[in-house]
């Protein structure tokens, strides 16, 4: 008989360079996360946006027949145009879905942009999805686990979630994840670990995700 092949330990990746994003393409990888600094422009418009109050929630399907071909995104949060800074955060997220889709050679990419007032999952989970990205444009970043920290056989019970807050893994505004889920191929089981943040009392957050379609 042969012997079963045995996955080597599951990683995740941080660095301040976009390359890194590159990671999580290695079977061991199941987060990248690059630790970007956001431009000016596009982190005042998220906070001028936050301001306003107002509940957002947009969401899309993208179909990108052609990769060559620019994403256009112009009708994105066109309620908030007059905003300094909408032009540079809009392309920002163009910038994004370009470079997810290159990653990966997709064709569909499924957009949510939303702003949050409390935690969207708050209990330690893994995401039945190949790939997510996953970054917060103002606001709490989302939270991961190294591997080890919980048993993955108790996900979704709040009694074997870690209490020592320093085993707890925080991405900040601005920071780009890679999350692999339990539907990409060779990863069964190794999902990463992670949840949304309660953000503090008073304060919200402006979430962009994208998920890989085909």
Not at 61 to 88: F, M, N, T
Request: glycine share 10%; hydrophobic share 45%.
């Amino acid at each position: 008989m042969l012997a079963p092949i045995m996955r080597q330990p599951l990683q995740q990746v941080a660095g301040g360079q976009i390359e890194v994003l590159g990671e999580v393409l290695r079977d061991e990888v199941n987060l990248a996360l690059w630790q970007r600094r956001l431009p000016p422009a596009i982190g005042a418009f998220a906070t001028a946006l936050l301001a306003r109050g107002e509940p957002l929630a947009e969401s899309r399907v993208l179909e990108l027949a052609h990769s060559e071909s620019p994403v256009d995104l112009g009708d994105l949060l066109q309620g908030y145009g007059a905003l300094p800074g909408h032009a540079a955060f809009i392309a920002d997220v163009a910038w994004l879905v370009a470079a997810f889709a290159c990653l990966l050679d997709a064709k569909r990419i499924g957009l949510r942009l939303r702003v949050l007032d409390k935690a969207m999952c708050p209990r330690f989970h893994v995401d039945h999805v190949p790939l997510r990205l996953i970054t917060s444009y103002a606001g709490v970043g989302s939270q991961w686990l190294r591997e080890g920290v919980m048993a993955r056989r108790r996900l979704g019970d709040p009694a074997a979630e870690p209490v020592d807050e320093a085993r707890i893994e925080r991405a900040a505004a601005g920071h780009v994840l890679l999350a692999k889920g339990e539907k990409w191929i060779g990863n069964e089981g190794g999902g990463l670990i992670h949840r949304s943040p309660q953000p503090p009392a008073g304060e919200r957050r402006l979430l962009l995700t994208l998920d890989w379609l085909g």
